[in-house]
Structure formats: structure tokens, C-alpha cells
């Protein structure tokens, strides 16, 4: 990144609010030289925050004041409506001035997504948004979307995730010509319910890398860069993976807890535990995109550490600086032979 | 079990057939010297594999001809239609003539159930069968359903699932009064597809001990003893968890073989490893049961080995001494205020 770029943060957002954001932020901003953050939130909290971290005074820092915080358990469409002056509103209002060319938040996702979709709009062609993220598989990693955003979709939905999918991966990912897979419960032709059947064919019809149906446990071996499903089902299988990845943690501690011969083993095994783990570290891949809407959103975890945050800051200051949405306007019109809109 | 039992076993399905099933029949029989168990298919083949494994001239194990062998991939429609004479075929007649109390098969899972649906037909009550199987978690293990058999279901399909599934745990699970979740992208009431939401309804208003949503990720924390979803949505996350458990296997074995020390180190840790491997061992929960049927049909994974081709003999040894099917039939009789029909 050399331009310079602001971006907003929902400082007051997630599960720890401005001592993570403000720490996560201060050292983006020393790893860009370029790079300008809007904290909105609480003046004060924020102040304390960038005093207590030894952040004040830095010219790539500007508090951008918001007086009311959306709870992690707020309705969506109470959040919308009651909660104009929010530090997440905000920082998605200085995504639509045009101020910030992204927002990052770790707050409730079901907010973001209302609020973003209601101040930003989604691109045309696009009737709903969908939330994509980064997960680790054998010999690199994927994308999958959708992770929730959408229950039900039909086969048009999940093939404009497939357009806005593979051009994020084109953009920012590993792939010039992303594999673009369907999840399914086989790989066969006959498999799958109708919407699925159809987005397939949609897909072999276009001009996209359509490399057919994916089985869940296939997408671990990297056989597609992108993979496509509803909401419902991508927020099972990403939850399902971070259960039984958890479970198996679990289950190892236990192991080499059991008696002083496994405590020693432990010490012995280590460096490669610690190995393990870095490879699997969530942190890693935090940082999920709110594809289609007219605006870069980011929603990182809400557990998130400093850490964790900055990742997804890296995520928004990446997609800011290839201007996603653009780009998939672009694809759109190509695929569909419009002008381009925005 | 004390009384007398005759299984069918599909001796000629799976990816291994009679060298696999012959063995795992011999096994069971010694474990169960009440046990009777039907090896159907060629009988040539059977011999051999018989006088292999010294298992010649066993009053519990008896040859059963069957000329033909459904494909592993082979469509459903047709081994139904053209493979009269089939080993699966044939063991599923057995169980419909009285022969046997249950049938177990190692073959085409979607060919196993379109045949036993058409040969045994479904409990009255009963729209569709549905996969069920038990999956480990934290300090416990949880019974799933529906796991592939139907893509696309009503609420009531789904209170179905539950009050099948909760009749199973009861019989041969280890909770008496099971604790139903529905899988579903949130613990909030206000989540989920409509189906989801309709079938909460059916479970609260029901006598059933229904617990509410379960996120995928919490299913591996024993929150529940039986979680019911859609068909697609049990296989994704089912195929998930395998996917990503197989992904951190090969990232351990990766580490541990990097370099002199960590090779040193994978020795010294070996017994934990291989406890570890044992307590996720995919054998131990071979043996997902077709529920639902007027008659108990087990699916073995068709990569079984010997031992997990044992272990669903196992399932079916329990289902059959239970009489899951009229225990089902029974209950639906109670919930519905009908008399019993089987």
C-alpha cells in the first residue's frame, strides 16, 4: 500500500471495545506509514485508551466522536433505528461521505450487516449481501461464503456470491482465476436440493472457474479457492469445523495432562504443539468481508485480541486499497453486459 | 443379549466385501454365542473368505446366495430396479420375511435406503427415513439425524427426526430422557429458516425434552444428546468435522516429521498420540442406523475395516434386541393418540 488511505474503526465495538481496537490500531498505523484510522467511539474511553498504549498524539490517529455503543445482544432492527449516533453507525457513515474507504468492527454481526446494507446499499444486480472469510485447508487456504448472512437463497444468490467471491479472491487471495466449488452433500450430478442443482448450472454456464460440487470434508484438501453456499449451511460448517477443532484441542491437553510421563512428553513435544497451533491460530484469518454492498465492510470477531483485530484492520486496509466493490460492480456489468453503475 | 438374534449381513457391499465382512461376521458371532448371522452374496466367495479367516463350518454363520452386487456408485433407481438378486437386496428381504431382525451393509448408502424404504416401508407416521449416528464430543458423545437422506424438509419432518432419534438414545443411548436440540446458525430465537423455527415450535408444545437451538460448534461440547437438522445440513457439518479432524491429523504428523527433534519428540509422545487417535477413531462410531423403517437397517461407512465393520454389526445386534421400530411405532402411537399399528 503506498496511497494513502483512511479507514474507520467501530473502536467502541466487540467483546473488549477500545483496549483492544486502540492497541490493534496504533500498530496498523506503524506498519502503514500512509495509513489514517477514524477511532469513532467515546472521546474519553478512547483518550485513556491511546494514553494507557502510549498512541497519543500520533497525526495517523483522529478520534471521531460517537455517543452510544450497539450492544453484542442488540436486535438488529433496534440497533438500526434507535442507535443513529452508535460508534458502528458512524463508522459506516464515514464509509458512505466517502471519508473511509472501509470500516472494521468486532461488533454484533446482525447489526453491521442491517446498518451497513441500510446506509450503504448493495451494488446492483446484487439483491443480498453475504459475509465471506478465510479458512485454513491442508497446503494453503479457501474462502467460503456464504457464513450466515442469508438463510434462504435461491440459485441467482448463490451465484452472486460466486461473481463477488471469486473477484475478492482474484484481488487479495492466492488465485488469479479462482476454482470456484458448490458445497454438497456428494459430488455427483444427481446430489443436492434444487437451488443448488441450479446455481450449479448457472455457474457452468458463465465464463467462472466452476469446478463443480464440493463435499465438506473435501474442502480441507484445497480442491477450490472459493466455496459457495447458502448462509445456513456455511455457518454450520464453519461452526461444526471450529467445534470439533476445539474438541480435539481439548482432547490433546487432556492427553498429555494425564500423568508425569505425559506432562514430560509435553515438554518434549512443544515446539511442535506450538507449531500446531500457530498453523490452526483463528487470529490468523480474522477479518470477515461484507460482499455487495457499495462500501468495504469488515467484521472481525468480537472475541478478537489485539492481535486478532489487527488482522482484520490488514483485511480492510487490503480491499480498501483494491476497492472490492468496484471491482465486483465491474465483473457484474461484464458478466451481465451492463455499464457499470457506480 | 440372552435370546436367540439372526442378522443379514450384505457380506458382498463395501470397499473390501467378504474380506472385511467375514471376518467382522466371525468376531461378532464368537462375542455372541446366541447370534445367528445371514452372509449374503456369492457363496463361492464366501467360502474362500470363510476357510481364510478359519471360519468354515460355524453353526452361527450361514451362506445365503445372492448372484448380483450393487456398485458403489451405481444410481439408486436402478440397483432398485435391475438388481433383484443383489446381496443388499436380498439381506433387506430377510428382514421384511422375518428372517432376520436387522440387516447391516457396508454398500451404496443412497441405494441401501431406496431399497429399504421400497422393500420394508415406513413406520404410519413416518414421511421419510432418516441417517442417524453417533458422533464423540466432550466428555460424551451425541446422536445426529438427518445425516443425507433428505435435503429438503418440513418442521414436521424434523419433529419426526426427533422423535425417532430420541427413541434410539433412550434404547441403546446412555441418556433416559434425551435432551433435543435443533441445529441451527444461532442460539437467538429469532434465527433460523422457517422450517427450523416451526419445528421449535412442534418440540416445545411436545412432551419431548426439547433444549433449543444448538450452534454447530456447541454440539461438540455435550449440550445435547440428540441434534436434529435437514439431511444437507447433517452432512455438511458431519463431512465438516471429518474434514477438518483429518486436516489437523496430517498438520500433526506434518510437525512431528519436520526435523531430528521433532522426530525425537513424536516418540516420546506416541502414547499420547495414540490415545488421542483412539478417542476420535472413527470405528468406534461405525454404524449409522436408517430410522424410521418397519425393520432395522444399519449403513456401515463403505471404507470399513474389519473392526469397524464389527462395530455396526454391533449397532445391529442392539437396535435388533430393542426392536427400535416398534419402539418408535409405540411412541408415535402415544404422541399422536393413536393405537399402535405394527
Known amino acids: 500500500m503506498t496511497a494513502q488511505l483512511t479507514l474507520a474503526i467501530d473502536a467502541m465495538g466487540g467483546d473488549f471495545g477500545p483496549s483492544v481496537t486502540v492497541p490493534a490500531a496504533m500498530a496498523a498505523v506503524r506498519r502503514h506509514p500512509s495509513l489514517r484510522l477514524l477511532l469513532v467511539g467515546d472521546p474519553a474511553a478512547l483518550e485513556q485508551a491511546l494514553n494507557a498504549h502510549g498512541g497519543s498524539g500520533s497525526e495517523q490517529l483522529i478520534i471521531e466522536p460517537a455517543t452510544e455503543v450497539v450492544g453484542m445482544d442488540e436486535l438488529p432492527s433496534q440497533a438500526l433505528r434507535y442507535k443513529k449516533d452508535s460508534s458502528m453507525r458512524v463508522a459506516i457513515d464515514r464509509v458512505k461521505s466517502g471519508d473511509a474507504a472501509a470500516c472494521v468492527s468486532a461488533g454484533n454481526t446482525g447489526a453491521l450487516m442491517a446498518t451497513a446494507r441500510y446506509v450503504l446499499k448493495t451494488l446492483p444486480g446484487i439483491d443480498r449481501p453475504a459475509i465471506c472469510t478465510t479458512i485454513p485447508c491442508l497446503d494453503g487456504q479457501f474462502r467460503m461464503l456464504d457464513l450466515g448472512a442469508n438463510v434462504d437463497c435461491t440459485a441467482e444468490h448463490l451465484f452472486q456470491f460466486a461473481v463477488m467471491g471469486s473477484v475478492l479472491v482474484e484481488a487479495v487471495g492466492d488465485a488469479a482465476r479462482p476454482r470456484i466449488g458448490l458445497l454438497n452433500l456428494g459430488e455427483e450430478e444427481i446430489k443436492g436440493n434444487d437451488q443448488v442443482k441450479q446455481a450449479a448450472q448457472l455457474l457452468q454456464d458463465s465464463s467462472l472457474e466452476y469446478v463443480g460440487y464440493v463435499e465438506a470434508d473435501r474442502m480441507f484438501r484445497n480442491v477450490a479457492d ?12 464453519l461452526k461444526s ?10 482432547f490433546l491437553r487432556e492427553e498429555f495432562q494425564r500423568n508425569l510421563l505425559t506432562r514430560a512428553a509435553a515438554l518434549v513435544a512443544l515446539p511442535v504443539l506450538k507449531a500446531l497451533r500457530r498453523r490452526l491460530d483463528p487470529r490468523r484469518y480474522n477479518g470477515a468481508s461484507l460482499l455487495g454492498l457499495r462500501g468495504v465492510v469488515i467484521k472481525s470477531h468480537g472475541g478478537a485480541d489485539q492481535v486478532a483485530f489487527e488482522e482484520a484492520i490488514e483485511t480492510g486496509v487490503k480491499e480498501a486499497a483494491e476497492n472490492i466493490p468496484s471491482r465486483i460492480d465491474a465483473r457484474l456489468g461484464e458478466l451481465f453486459q451492463r455499464g457499470a453503475v457506480e
Open 226 to 237: 472459493l466455496v459457495v453456499c447458502d448462509g445456513f449451511t456455511g455457518n454450520v460448517a
Open 241 to 250: 469445523s471450529e467445534g470439533v477443532a476445539a474438541m480435539i484441542s481439548q
